[in-house]
């Protein structure tokens, strides 16, 4: 079956560590989107790609970064300049850029600071 | 910019009763609109989207939703509520730009308990 996968699930990283989290996808869409979701903000773009080898800044891209070596891949890195990492992070892509197009979402990688 | 709106982000109803979620949104452009519902510890899955072709969109599960471009607003309705209709709903805008990413603007949700 087609989908996203994201790993892992769950996370803890320490204070000053960077992390890498996992997204790959098997449905040939073009592009790729990383959400972060914290309680009672819904979801905020952290970073998209469009086409390999290209990615743009979203609303709350700093202390993150991105690669999309791949079409299929699309790999997030919290960085230890993100002030507060603790959150849910979903991946999605989409085919083609129409408005109308629907983001299919991976299940979620929950990140945890200790 | 676009933006949405989402009033209430807690909305309890007894098993059986109308559910009505309401989203409001800001666009520039003609807009096209998405609920998306969440389960715990879950991605999002798409319940319907309005793309223009008809203001009165159904989707799954029995949820439905009615586009009002006077009222700027995109509520989701389902008549019956079941158990297992609990989970966070998302009302997203996207106004379409290619070249621009195409990205969508979440509400910040509403989570529904259903009561026995």
């Known amino acids: 079956d087609g989908g996203i996968t994201q790993s892992p699930k769950y996370l803890f990283r320490k204070e000053g560590q960077n992390v890498t989290l996992s997204c790959e996808q098997n449905?040939?869409?073009?592009?790729m989107y990383w959400y972060r979701q914290d309680p009672g903000q819904g979801l905020r773009l952290i970073y998209y790609s469009q086409i390999v080898n290209d990615f743009q800044k979203g609303d709350i891209a700093e202390g993150y970064s991105v690669s999309r070596e791949k079409k299929e891949s699309f790999p997030l890195t919290v960085t230890s300049a993100q002030k507060n990492p603790t959150a849910f992070y979903l991946c999605?892509?989409?085919?083609?850029?129409?408005?109308?197009?629907?983001?299919?979402f991976g299940a979620g990688s929950r990140l945890t600071v200790l | 910019a676009q933006s949405v709106t989402q009033l209430g982000s807690h909305v309890s109803v007894s098993e059986g009763a109308l559910v009505l979620l309401r989203c409001n949104y800001s666009?520039?452009?003609?807009?096209?609109l998405f609920w998306y519902v969440q389960y715990p510890n879950q991605g999002l899955q798409l319940l319907l989207k309005?793309?223009?072709?008809?203001?009165l969109v159904k989707g799954i599960n029995g949820f439905e939703a009615e586009f009002k471009k006077s009222e700027t607003s995109f509520h989701l309705t389902k008549p019956s509520a079941h158990m297992s209709d609990a989970a966070e709903y998302f009302c997203?805008?996207?106004?379409?730009?290619?070249?621009?990413?195409?990205?969508?603007?979440f509400g910040t949700g509403t989570q529904l308990k259903v009561e026995l």
């Open positions: 449905l040939n869409h073009d592009a």
């Open positions: 309005y793309t223009s072709a008809a203001t």
């Open positions: 999605a892509s989409m085919a083609g850029f129409s408005g109308a197009n629907v983001l299919t």
């Open positions: 666009s520039s452009v003609p807009p096209y």
């Open positions: 997203a805008v996207s106004d379409g730009v290619t070249g621009g990413g195409n990205k969508l603007t």
